[in-house]
C-alpha cells in the first residue's frame, strides 16, 4: 500500500516549509535544498532546488509547494525522477485548458497554482516515488523587485520542518548604480546560526551566504528538531547621484531608472470615504478607527482633508476640505472614534459626494495633490447598483482632475469592480486582507501615498530610435518609490538622451541626460553570476504587467488586442501569466495545469445565479425556520427558478452539520470517544477557576473578554517549579522565582525552567509540558475576534482528585447508560460532581490545533461558574 508524506516547499523570494506524517518519520527525505537568488539591477531571478530521496521499502508520494510572489512569473519547472526529467511546458492558456477539460472532467484537479495570502501564492505538484528512488525538484521565477518607502526587500520565510544536510540560500546582488546600505535580518537566528551566516560586500556587489550545518540547525544536541522557523530578510537600497536617474544598456536593451531625492513634497487634498455599512461591523470597523487614527496623525499641516461615511445613506463630516490644523484633526478624530457599522452600500453616491467636495474646495495651495481615498467592503446595495454605470459616472465625474484609490476590505468586495475604477482614475486598488494586521495594511497603504513630490511626469526618449517603450507617462511619483522605463534600442546609437519633464511643487522641471551605449554595456560584461538578457526580460515582464494592467480599463476591443500583445510576450519569453498555463507532465502522462490567478479570481463565490442583484443576506446559515427570511430581487429571470435554487439550496444545508461558532472550552474525556464543549454564563464572573490537580500541582484559572464570549487570558500555576505563565491575546509572561520573562506571539521560540518546556509556536499556540505530566496547550484564534483556546494532551495523566469547573469531567464525567455509544442521539443527561445535566448534541468549530478543521460533534453544556 502507498505511504503519503507531505514536503512543501514554500518560497517567498523564497520559503520553505517541509511537513510529513509521523510514520517512518522522515523516509522521505530532503538531503539537499538549495535556494538560489541573483538580484541583478532590481530583477531577481530565482531558482529553488530540492534533492529528494525515498529511503522507504515502498513508494511514497510527495507534494512539492513554492509560494512566490504574486508579482513574480515562474518560467521553468522540472522534475528529474531516477534520471528522467518532466518538464514543464507553457502554452496559451484557453488551448491548454480545452486540452485538459476532458481529464479535469474525470476529476482530476486542474489547479497547481492558488492564491495564499496578500503577497503570496502558492504553486503545487504531487509525484510517487518509488522504494529507493530520488526526485530532483527545480522551479525558476523572475520578478521585478518594488521599491516602497525607500528600500528593496526580499523575504526569505525558513521553515524546512526537518534536518537537511545540505541546506544553502545564496543571495547575490549586482547594483551598478552602487549599493547605499545592506542589511539582513532574521526571527530565529542564534549564536550558532549566526556563525553560519556571510555576507560579503563591496561597493556594487554583495553575496549573502546561509548554510548552517547539521549540528547549527538543531535546536538542542538530543533531538532532531530544526531551528529554522521564521524570517531570513535582506533589505537594501542603491545610491542615486544623477538627479535624472540611472540608464543601464544590455544587448541593445535599456532600462531607465528615476526616483529623485529630496525634493519638496505636494500639499495633499485628500477625501476619505469610507464604508460604514452593516458588513463592516466587529473587528472591521475597529480596525477601521485604529487605522484612521493613526493616518490622522500622520497628515503634514499645509494639507487639507475631509470625510465621508456611508451606508445607504452618505453623511459629509463638513461642508468643505479643512487644513490639517491641530483642532481639526483632533475634531476629526472624535468623530472616527464614533463610527458604527449598520445599513447598506451606496458606493456611487459617497464618490460622487467626494467629488463635490473637491470641486467646491476654496482657498487650496496653488501646487497640490487632490485624491480620493475610499475603503469598502461590500457590494454597491444602496443608490445606484450597477457596477458598470458607477464606473462611467465616476470617470465622467473626476475628468482625470483627481486620483481614486479603492481599497477593498476582505474577500465579498468585487475587487475587479473597485480595480477598474482606480485605474479608470489614475489610482490603484488593493485589497486590505481580513487578518490581524488590517490596520497596519490600511496604514502601510498611506504611507506608500502620502509623500506626492512630483506629478505630471513624462520621460522622453528619441522616437526613431527606440522601440517596444513601455509606459513612459506618469500621474504621480511619490517619495520612496521608483519609475521604471524599459526598450528596445533599434538603431546604432552612440548616445541615447533622455528628456524628463515635471512638475514639483515649486517649479516646472526639465531634467536632461545623456548614456554612452558602449560604456554602459561594458558595465555588465564578465559578471559571471549575472543572467546575461536580463534587461530583455525584464523588459519583457514589465511590458506584461503594464498590458494587463491597461487592458483592465479598457473598452473591449482594445481590450482583447492588449491581451493580444501581453499573451505574445508571455509564449516568447516563456512566462506563466494569467494569459498563460504550464502544463506539467507526471509519470504515467499524468497532466495537470498551473493557472496563474489574479487578485480578482480571490473572491467567494456567489451564491446568487446569473443576473440577480443583492438585495438582503442575515450573516448566518440558513436554519429550518429560516425559509421565510431570504429575500431577494431579481432583475432578470423569473422568481420561481429563484426560490427553488434557493430551496435546494436550503435542503443540502440542512443534510449537514454547520459549524457557527467555537465554543468557550473544548475537552476530550480520557478513555472514551466523547468530546464535551463547554460555555461558561459570563454574568456570573470574568475570572473562572477552570482546573486544579494537587498530584499534578498544576492550577489553570481563565478570564472572559468584555464584548466577546470567550476567554481572552489564562494564567498557568505550576507548584514544581514554581513558575506562573500568564498567556493573554497580545502577548505571553512567564514568571519564576520573581523574574519576568515576556513573549511575542510574533516570534516561535521555545525555553525550558527546571524541566519545564515552554514554547511558542508564531501566532498560533503555546505549550506547557512536563516529563509524565499533561500538557496544556493553549490556540490563538484570531477571527473574527482574537480570544484563546485551552485543551489538554494526555489527559490519562489526571489524578482522581482533579476539580474545577473544567477538571470535574476529566475524573466526574458518567453519561446516562449507552447513551454515550449512541451515535443517533442528539440529547442525554450527563452527571457531574453530584449534579445533573441536559446536553445536547451540536457541531462546534475546534480551534484545536492537532483536529482538522471540520465541524466536530460534541456534547454541549452551560453551566454558571
Not at 620 to 641: A, V
Given at each position: 500500500?502507498?505511504?503519503?508524506?507531505?514536503?512543501?516547499?514554500?518560497?517567498?523570494?523564497?520559503?520553505?516549509?517541509?511537513?510529513?506524517?509521523?510514520?517512518?518519520?522522515?523516509?522521505?527525505?530532503?538531503?539537499?535544498?538549495?535556494?538560489?537568488?541573483?538580484?541583478?539591477?532590481?530583477?531577481?531571478?530565482?531558482?529553488?532546488?530540492?534533492?529528494?530521496?525515498?529511503?522507504?521499502?515502498?513508494?511514497?508520494?510527495?507534494?512539492?509547494?513554492?509560494?512566490?510572489?504574486?508579482?513574480?512569473?515562474?518560467?521553468?519547472?522540472?522534475?528529474?525522477?531516477?534520471?528522467?526529467?518532466?518538464?514543464?511546458?507553457?502554452?496559451?492558456?484557453?488551448?491548454?485548458?480545452?486540452?485538459?477539460?476532458?481529464?479535469?472532467?474525470?476529476?482530476?484537479?486542474?489547479?497547481?497554482?492558488?492564491?495564499?495570502?496578500?503577497?503570496?501564492?502558492?504553486?503545487?505538484?504531487?509525484?510517487?516515488?518509488?522504494?529507493?528512488?530520488?526526485?530532483?525538484?527545480?522551479?525558476?521565477?523572475?520578478?521585478?523587485?518594488?521599491?516602497?518607502?525607500?528600500?528593496?526587500?526580499?523575504?526569505?520565510?525558513?521553515?524546512?520542518?526537518?534536518?537537511?544536510?545540505?541546506?544553502?540560500?545564496?543571495?547575490?546582488?549586482?547594483?551598478?548604480?552602487?549599493?547605499?546600505?545592506?542589511?539582513?535580518?532574521?526571527?530565529?537566528?542564534?549564536?550558532?546560526?549566526?556563525?553560519?551566516?556571510?555576507?560579503?560586500?563591496?561597493?556594487?556587489?554583495?553575496?549573502?551566504?546561509?548554510?548552517?550545518?547539521?549540528?547549527?540547525?538543531?535546536?538542542?544536541?538530543?533531538?532532531?528538531?530544526?531551528?529554522?522557523?521564521?524570517?531570513?530578510?535582506?533589505?537594501?537600497?542603491?545610491?542615486?547621484?544623477?538627479?535624472?536617474?540611472?540608464?543601464?544598456?544590455?544587448?541593445?536593451?535599456?532600462?531607465h531608472y528615476f526616483a529623485p531625492q529630496e525634493m519638496p513634497v505636494f500639499p495633499k487634498n485628500v477625501v476619505f470615504v469610507i464604508d460604514r455599512s452593516g458588513s463592516m461591523t466587529g473587528r472591521k470597523i475597529e480596525q477601521t478607527r485604529d487605522a484612521l487614527l493613526k493616518i490622522l496623525q500622520d497628515l503634514r499641516q499645509e494639507d487639507h482633508f475631509s470625510f465621508i461615511t456611508f451606508n445607504n445613506k452618505v453623511v459629509e463630516w463638513k461642508s468643505s476640505l479643512l487644513p490639517a490644523t491641530e483642532e481639526n484633526v483632533a475634531s476629526a478624530a472624535a468623530l472616527v472614534q464614533t463610527l458604527t457599522a449598520r445599513g447598506g452600500t451606496d458606493?456611487?453616491?459617497?464618490?460622487?459626494?467626494?467629488?463635490?467636495?473637491?470641486?467646491?474646495?476654496?482657498?487650496?495651495?496653488?501646487?497640490?495633490?487632490?485624491?480620493?481615498?475610499?475603503?469598502?467592503?461590500?457590494?454597491?446595495?444602496?443608490?445606484?447598483?450597477?457596477?458598470?454605470?458607477?464606473?462611467?459616472?465616476?470617470?465622467?465625474?473626476?475628468?482625470?482632475?483627481?486620483?481614486?484609490?479603492?481599497?477593498?476590505?476582505?474577500?465579498?468586495?468585487?475587487?475587479?469592480?473597485?480595480?477598474?475604477?482606480?485605474?479608470?482614475?489614475?489610482?490603484?486598488?488593493?485589497?486590505?486582507?481580513?487578518?490581524?494586521?488590517?490596520?497596519?495594511?490600511?496604514?502601510?497603504?498611506?504611507?506608500?501615498?502620502?509623500?506626492?513630490?512630483?506629478?505630471?511626469?513624462e520621460m522622453q526618449y528619441p522616437e526613431n530610435s527606440i522601440e517596444g517603450l513601455t509606459k513612459n507617462n506618469f500621474k504621480l511619483f511619490f517619495e520612496g518609490s521608483e519609475i521604471i522605463v524599459s526598450g528596445k534600442i533599434s538603431n546604432d546609437l552612440d548616445l541615447l538622451p533622455v528628456e524628463i519633464k515635471a512638475q514639483s511643487h515649486?517649479?516646472?522641471?526639465?531634467?536632461?541626460?545623456?548614456?554612452?551605449?558602449?560604456?554602459?554595456?561594458?558595465?555588465?560584461?564578465?559578471?559571471?553570476?549575472?543572467?546575461?538578457?536580463?534587461?530583455?526580460?525584464?523588459?519583457?515582464?514589465?511590458?506584461?504587467?503594464?498590458?494587463?494592467?491597461?487592458?483592465?480599463?479598457?473598452?473591449?476591443?482594445?481590450?482583447?488586442?492588449?491581451?493580444?500583445?501581453?499573451?505574445?510576450?508571455?509564449?516568447?519569453?516563456?512566462?506563466?501569466?494569467?494569459?498563460?498555463?504550464?502544463?506539467?507532465?507526471?509519470?504515467?502522462?499524468?497532466?495537470?495545469?498551473?493557472?496563474?490567478?489574479?487578485?480578482?479570481?480571490?473572491?467567494?463565490?456567489?451564491?446568487?445565479?446569473?443576473?440577480?442583484?443583492?438585495?438582503?443576506?442575515?450573516?448566518?446559515?440558513?436554519?429550518?425556520?429560516?425559509?421565510?427570511?431570504?429575500?431577494?430581487?431579481?432583475?432578470?429571470?423569473?422568481?420561481?427558478?429563484?426560490?427553488?435554487?434557493?430551496?435546494?439550496?436550503?435542503?443540502?444545508?440542512?443534510?449537514?452539520?454547520?459549524?457557527?461558532?467555537?465554543?468557550?472550552?473544548?475537552?476530550?474525556?480520557?478513555?472514551?470517544?466523547?468530546?464535551?464543549?463547554?460555555?461558561?454564563?459570563?454574568?456570573?464572573?470574568?475570572?473562572?477557576?477552570?482546573?486544579?490537580?494537587?498530584?499534578?500541582?498544576?492550577?489553570?484559572?481563565?478570564?472572559?473578554?468584555?464584548?466577546?464570549?470567550?476567554?481572552?487570558?489564562?494564567?498557568?500555576?505550576?507548584?514544581?517549579?514554581?513558575?506562573?505563565?500568564?498567556?493573554?491575546?497580545?502577548?505571553?509572561?512567564?514568571?519564576?522565582?520573581?523574574?519576568?520573562?515576556?513573549?511575542?506571539?510574533?516570534?516561535?521560540?521555545?525555553?525550558?525552567?527546571?524541566?519545564?518546556?515552554?514554547?511558542?509556536?508564531?501566532?498560533?499556540?503555546?505549550?506547557?509540558?512536563?516529563?509524565?505530566?499533561?500538557?496544556?496547550?493553549?490556540?490563538?484564534?484570531?477571527?473574527?475576534?482574537?480570544?484563546?483556546?485551552?485543551?489538554?494532551?494526555?489527559?490519562?495523566?489526571?489524578?482522581?482528585?482533579?476539580?474545577?469547573?473544567?477538571?470535574?469531567?476529566?475524573?466526574?464525567?458518567?453519561?446516562?447508560?449507552?447513551?454515550?455509544?449512541?451515535?443517533?442521539?442528539?440529547?442525554?443527561?450527563?452527571?457531574?460532581?453530584?449534579?445533573?445535566?441536559?446536553?445536547?448534541?451540536?457541531?462546534?468549530?475546534?480551534?484545536?490545533?492537532?483536529?482538522?478543521?471540520?465541524?466536530?460533534?460534541?456534547?454541549?453544556?452551560?453551566?454558571?461558574?
Amino acid at each position: 500500500m502507498e505511504q503519503r508524506t507531505l514536503l512543501a516547499l514554500t518560497v517567498f523570494s523564497s520559503l520553505i516549509v517541509l511537513a510529513e506524517t509521523d510514520d517512518q518519520k522522515h523516509a522521505v527525505e530532503i538531503y539537499s535544498l538549495h535556494v538560489d537568488c541573483k538580484v541583478t539591477s532590481r530583477f531577481a531571478h530565482t531558482v529553488i532546488t530540492s534533492r529528494i530521496v525515498n529511503r522507504a521499502n515502498e513508494s511514497r508520494e510527495a507534494t512539492f509547494e513554492v509560494e512566490l510572489p504574486k508579482t513574480a512569473f515562474i518560467t521553468n519547472f522540472s522534475m528529474s525522477i531516477d534520471g528522467e526529467v518532466y518538464p514543464g511546458i507553457i502554452k496559451e492558456k484557453t488551448a491548454a485548458q480545452n486540452e485538459y477539460d476532458s481529464a479535469v472532467s474525470q476529476g482530476q484537479s486542474a489547479g497547481l497554482i492558488k492564491i495564499t495570502d496578500r503577497k503570496l501564492e502558492q504553486f503545487h505538484v504531487s509525484v510517487s516515488i518509488a522504494a529507493a528512488s530520488k526526485v530532483t525538484f527545480q522551479l525558476t521565477y523572475e520578478e521585478l523587485l518594488k521599491r516602497q518607502l525607500g528600500k528593496y526587500e526580499l523575504l526569505i520565510k525558513v521553515r524546512p520542518k526537518q534536518l537537511v544536510k545540505h541546506f544553502q540560500i545564496d543571495v547575490h546582488i549586482f547594483e551598478p548604480q552602487g549599493i547605499h546600505f545592506l542589511e539582513t535580518d532574521s526571527t530565529f537566528m542564534t549564536n550558532d546560526l549566526t556563525e553560519a551566516l556571510t555576507k560579503v560586500q563591496n561597493e556594487t556587489k554583495a553575496h549573502i551566504l546561509f548554510k548552517p550545518t547539521l549540528d547549527q540547525q538543531k535546536k538542542n544536541s538530543e533531538l532532531d528538531e530544526t531551528l529554522l522557523n521564521g524570517d531570513f530578510v535582506v533589505r537594501y537600497d542603491v545610491k542615486r547621484e544623477a538627479t535624472a536617474g540611472d540608464i543601464q544598456i544590455v544587448n541593445g536593451y535599456f532600462v531607465h531608472y528615476f526616483a529623485p531625492q529630496e525634493m519638496p513634497v505636494f500639499p495633499k487634498n485628500v477625501v476619505f470615504v469610507i464604508d460604514r455599512s452593516g458588513s463592516m461591523t466587529g473587528r472591521k470597523i475597529e480596525q477601521t478607527r485604529d487605522a484612521l487614527l493613526k493616518i490622522l496623525q500622520d497628515l503634514r499641516q499645509e494639507d487639507h482633508f475631509s470625510f465621508i461615511t456611508f451606508n445607504n445613506k452618505v453623511v459629509e463630516w463638513k461642508s468643505s476640505l479643512l487644513p490639517a490644523t491641530e483642532e481639526n484633526v483632533a475634531s476629526a478624530a472624535a468623530l472616527v472614534q464614533t463610527l458604527t457599522a449598520r445599513g447598506g452600500t451606496d458606493i456611487s453616491g459617497a464618490l460622487l459626494a467626494a467629488v463635490g467636495v473637491l470641486e467646491k474646495a476654496e482657498g487650496l495651495p496653488e501646487r497640490s495633490v487632490s485624491m480620493i481615498i475610499l475603503l469598502t467592503d461590500g457590494q454597491p446595495t444602496s443608490g445606484e447598483r450597477n457596477v458598470e454605470v458607477i464606473q462611467e459616472n465616476i470617470q465622467k465625474a473626476i475628468n482625470g482632475k483627481y486620483a481614486l484609490f479603492c481599497l477593498g476590505f476582505g474577500f465579498d468586495v468585487s475587487y475587479k469592480f473597485l480595480e477598474k475604477m482606480a485605474l479608470s482614475n489614475g489610482g490603484i486598488a488593493r485589497r486590505i486582507y481580513e487578518n490581524a494586521d488590517a490596520a497596519l495594511q490600511l496604514q502601510g497603504f498611506y504611507q506608500e501615498v502620502a509623500t506626492p513630490i512630483l506629478m505630471q511626469i513624462e520621460m522622453q526618449y528619441p522616437e526613431n530610435s527606440i522601440e517596444g517603450l513601455t509606459k513612459n507617462n506618469f500621474k504621480l511619483f511619490f517619495e520612496g518609490s521608483e519609475i521604471i522605463v524599459s526598450g528596445k534600442i533599434s538603431n546604432d546609437l552612440d548616445l541615447l538622451p533622455v528628456e524628463i519633464k515635471a512638475q514639483s511643487h515649486t517649479s516646472n522641471l526639465t531634467l536632461k541626460k545623456e548614456a554612452n551605449v558602449k560604456e554602459k554595456e561594458q558595465v555588465f560584461q564578465n559578471q559571471k553570476y549575472i543572467f546575461g538578457n536580463f534587461i530583455e526580460r525584464l523588459w519583457a515582464y514589465l511590458n506584461i504587467q503594464q498590458l494587463l494592467e491597461e487592458a483592465i480599463s479598457a473598452q473591449e476591443e482594445d481590450q482583447k488586442a492588449l491581451e493580444a500583445q501581453a499573451l505574445d510576450l508571455s509564449l516568447r519569453y516563456s512566462f506563466v501569466t494569467p494569459l498563460t498555463s504550464m502544463v506539467v507532465t507526471k509519470p504515467q502522462q499524468q497532466e495537470e495545469l498551473a493557472n496563474k490567478p489574479t487578485e480578482a479570481d480571490n473572491e467567494k463565490p456567489s451564491s446568487l445565479p446569473a443576473g440577480a442583484s443583492f438585495k438582503r443576506f442575515r450573516s448566518r446559515m440558513p436554519s429550518e425556520d429560516d425559509s421565510g427570511r431570504w429575500r431577494y430581487e431579481l432583475q432578470t429571470g423569473s422568481n420561481r427558478k429563484m426560490f427553488s435554487t434557493v430551496s435546494r439550496f436550503r435542503d443540502a444545508v440542512r443534510a449537514q452539520p454547520i459549524a457557527n461558532e467555537h465554543p468557550q472550552l473544548l475537552l476530550q474525556l480520557p478513555r472514551q470517544n466523547e468530546r464535551i464543549c463547554l460555555n461558561i454564563d459570563k454574568r456570573a464572573q470574568t475570572s473562572v477557576h477552570l482546573l486544579s490537580d494537587p498530584e499534578q500541582g498544576l492550577t489553570v484559572t481563565g478570564k472572559l473578554g468584555d464584548g466577546i464570549n470567550h476567554f481572552v487570558q489564562f494564567d498557568i500555576n505550576y507548584v514544581n517549579p514554581p513558575v506562573q505563565i500568564h498567556v493573554y491575546t497580545h502577548a505571553i509572561l512567564v514568571s519564576h522565582n520573581s523574574k519576568n520573562n515576556w513573549l511575542s506571539w510574533t516570534k516561535s521560540t521555545s525555553s525550558t525552567i527546571q524541566g519545564l518546556k515552554v514554547s511558542v509556536e508564531k501566532e498560533r499556540s503555546i505549550t506547557a509540558s512536563l516529563p509524565d505530566m499533561v500538557t496544556v496547550k493553549i490556540s490563538l484564534v484570531r477571527f473574527p475576534d482574537d480570544f484563546l483556546g485551552l485543551y489538554f494532551l494526555n489527559t490519562d495523566r489526571f489524578s482522581d482528585k482533579v476539580t474545577g469547573v473544567l477538571g470535574q469531567f476529566y475524573s466526574k464525567a458518567q453519561f446516562e447508560s449507552n447513551s454515550n455509544n449512541d451515535r443517533r442521539a442528539v440529547e442525554t443527561l450527563l452527571r457531574v460532581s453530584g449534579s445533573e445535566h441536559k446536553v445536547s448534541r451540536l457541531y462546534k468549530k475546534d480551534y484545536r490545533l492537532e483536529s482538522a478543521s471540520e465541524p466536530v460533534s460534541c456534547w454541549s453544556i452551560d453551566l454558571t461558574a
